[in-house]
């Protein structure tokens, strides 16, 4: 049990459909990450949220709108996505982000997500 | 800038052989540095973690050493289980906070 909950586990959409990633985290962090995992490739940091603020965006496409209403929860909002956006997108959450401090992140399962 | 290398895959190794993956780093400042596992279909799991220098990381029989002088943190486990066919990242995060990882190394444990 890692505390870092996803869903949904798989999403198959098309191009021209609207869908929200959830990630929910129970450790009391206050840091939470999105990430992108391909094959072959390294993980990708996406977004990153600190005390609910956008700290972190790493010239991620404006088809990936992040919401993080709460430190405990974090959402990606996908539309208009493209075949190439198919992928492993990784949630994650550690104590803070700050700059003094090197936390360990923590993850949960993943979403597949696979755009027709 | 920041970086993590290890070795590549695909690692085969029978049941109870002794595993190395070799990972090392370059950074500006003093990393922390994670050994992570995933299993098949679920996302990454820490397996273990240093700190600072000399400091030796331990979890399920697995281990790696920071080693300052030659920027390594190679992981080891004496003797390998099925169980283990994962893919292993090396990760470091340094002042600011930034996870750096490496591409991933797949190894398979066989019978």
């Known amino acids: 049990e890692t505390g870092v909950t996803q869903t949904p586990r798989h999403l198959v959409m098309g191009m021209t459909n609207k869908k929200s990633l959830k990630c929910e985290q129970h450790?009391?962090?206050?840091?939470m990450y999105w990430y992108k995992q391909s094959a072959k490739k390294p993980l990708e940091l996406m977004f990153v949220?600190?005390?609910?603020?956008?700290?972190e965006n790493n010239s991620v496409p404006s088809r990936f709108s992040p919401e993080c209403p709460n430190s405990s929860h974090l959402f990606l909002h996908l539309h208009t996505l493209q075949p190439e956006d198919s992928a492993l997108y990784l949630c994650a959450s550690s104590q803070e982000n700050t700059p003094a401090r090197k936390d360990t992140q923590y993850f949960g399962p993943g979403t597949r997500l696979t755009v027709l | 800038g920041d970086s993590v290398t290890q070795m590549e895959g695909p690692v085969t190794l029978s049941e109870e052989a002794f595993l190395t993956i070799n990972c090392t780093y370059t950074?500006?400042?003093?990393?922390?540095l994670f050994w992570y596992v995933q299993y098949p279909g679920e996302g990454l799991q820490l397996l273990l973690k240093a700190t600072k220098a000399d400091d030796k990381g331990s979890n399920k029989g697995f281990e790696a050493t920071y080693r300052k002088e030659t920027t390594s943190f190679h992981l080891e486990k004496g003797s390998v289980q099925v169980s283990d066919s994962a893919v292993y990242f090396c990760?470091?995060?340094?002042?600011?906070?930034?996870?750096?990882f490496g591409t991933g190394t797949s190894l398979t444990v066989i019978p």
């Open positions: 450790l009391g962090h206050n840091a």
């Open positions: 990760a470091l995060a340094d002042t600011g906070n930034q996870f750096y």
């Open positions: 950074a500006t400042g003093y990393p922390s």
């Open positions: 949220y600190n005390f609910k603020e956008q700290t």
